[in-house]
C-alpha cells in the first residue's frame, strides 16, 4: 500500500512538473544562448561537459571585492572542467549601471577577469527576465541580490544555489563544486 502511494505521488509530481514547463522549454542551461559582453553571440552548448558557477555580477555592489575570488576560483579549477560565468545585471539597488565596455574596463582593470562575462541581463521574474535566468529560476530561487551563485553541473542541471553572502572561498561552495567535478 505504501509502495503504490509513493509511486503515485512520483508519477503525479512528475506530471505536474511537466505541465507547469512551457511548451518547449530548455531542458540544459546548456541548451541556451546568449551573447558576450563584446555583444558576439553566445553558445552556452560549449560549457557542456564542465562544471559552471553562474554569477550574477555588478561594479558597485559590498559584494564586488567577490569578482578577486571568482577569478582565483575560475583560474585554479578551469583546467579540470570548471567556468565561472559572470552575467551582469542592474536589478538590485542601479549597482551596474555601466555599458558593456566600461563594465569589462573595470573587471579586467580592478580584477583581472579572465572567465566568461556575458551581457547584460534581467534576473528578476517578468517580461524582461532574461531566458538564463528564468531557466536558472526554475530551480525555486532567484537572485535576492548581486553575486547569488546558480552551480550548474556537466548536463547543464542546476545543482545548487549559494545566496549573495556565501563567497567563492566558502567550503560549502567549494565543497560542492568539486563533487560535481567528480560525478560522471
Same mark, same amino acid.
Given at each position: 500500500?505504501?509502495?503504490?502511494?509513493?509511486?503515485?505521488? !512520483?508519477? !503525479?509530481?512528475?506530471?505536474? *512538473?511537466?505541465? *507547469?514547463?512551457?511548451?518547449?522549454?530548455? *531542458? %540544459?542551461?546548456?541548451?541556451?544562448?546568449?551573447?558576450?559582453?563584446?555583444?558576439?553571440?553566445?553558445?552556452?552548448?560549449?560549457?557542456? @561537459? $564542465?562544471?559552471? !558557477?553562474?554569477?550574477?555580477?555588478? %561594479?558597485?555592489? =559590498?559584494?564586488?571585492?567577490?569578482?578577486? /575570488? !571568482?577569478?582565483?576560483?575560475?583560474?585554479?579549477?578551469? /583546467?579540470?572542467?570548471?567556468?565561472?560565468?559572470?552575467?551582469?545585471?542592474?536589478?538590485?539597488?542601479?549597482?551596474?549601471? =555601466?555599458?558593456?565596455?566600461?563594465?569589462?574596463?573595470?573587471?579586467? #582593470?580592478?580584477?583581472?577577469?579572465?572567465?566568461?562575462?556575458?551581457?547584460?541581463?534581467?534576473?528578476?521574474? =517578468?517580461?524582461?527576465?532574461?531566458?538564463?535566468? $528564468?531557466?536558472?529560476?526554475? %530551480?525555486?530561487? #532567484?537572485?535576492?541580490?548581486?553575486?547569488? $551563485?546558480?552551480?550548474? @553541473? &556537466?548536463? =547543464? &542541471?542546476?545543482?545548487?544555489?549559494?545566496?549573495?553572502?556565501?563567497?567563492?572561498?566558502?567550503?560549502?561552495?567549494?565543497?560542492?563544486?568539486?563533487?560535481? #567535478?567528480?560525478?560522471?
Amino acid at each position: 500500500m505504501f509502495t503504490a502511494h509513493v509511486t503515485a505521488a !512520483l508519477v !503525479l509530481t512528475a506530471a505536474l *512538473a511537466a505541465a *507547469a514547463a512551457p511548451a518547449g522549454s530548455t *531542458a %540544459s542551461f546548456y541548451d541556451l544562448k546568449t551573447s558576450y559582453l563584446d555583444g558576439k553571440p553566445a553558445d552556452l552548448s560549449i560549457f557542456r @561537459g $564542465k562544471v559552471t !558557477l553562474v554569477v550574477n555580477v555588478a %561594479s558597485k555592489c =559590498g559584494f564586488t571585492p567577490q569578482y578577486e /575570488g !571568482l577569478e582565483k576560483l575560475h583560474a585554479e579549477l578551469s /583546467g579540470k572542467g570548471f567556468a565561472v560565468l559572470g552575467f551582469p545585471s542592474n536589478d538590485f539597488g542601479q549597482q551596474e549601471p =555601466g555599458t558593456a565596455q566600461e563594465i569589462a574596463q573595470f573587471c579586467k #582593470l580592478t580584477y583581472g577577469v579572465t572567465f566568461p562575462m556575458f551581457s547584460k541581463v534581467v534576473t528578476k521574474s =517578468g517580461p524582461d527576465q532574461s531566458p538564463i535566468y $528564468k531557466l536558472l529560476g526554475s %530551480s525555486g530561487h #532567484l537572485p535576492a541580490w548581486n553575486f547569488s $551563485k546558480y552551480l550548474v @553541473g &556537466k548536463d =547543464g &542541471k542546476i545543482l545548487a544555489f549559494f545566496p549573495s553572502e556565501v563567497t567563492p572561498e566558502s567550503t560549502e561552495l567549494r565543497g560542492a563544486i568539486m563533487k560535481a #567535478l567528480a560525478a560522471n
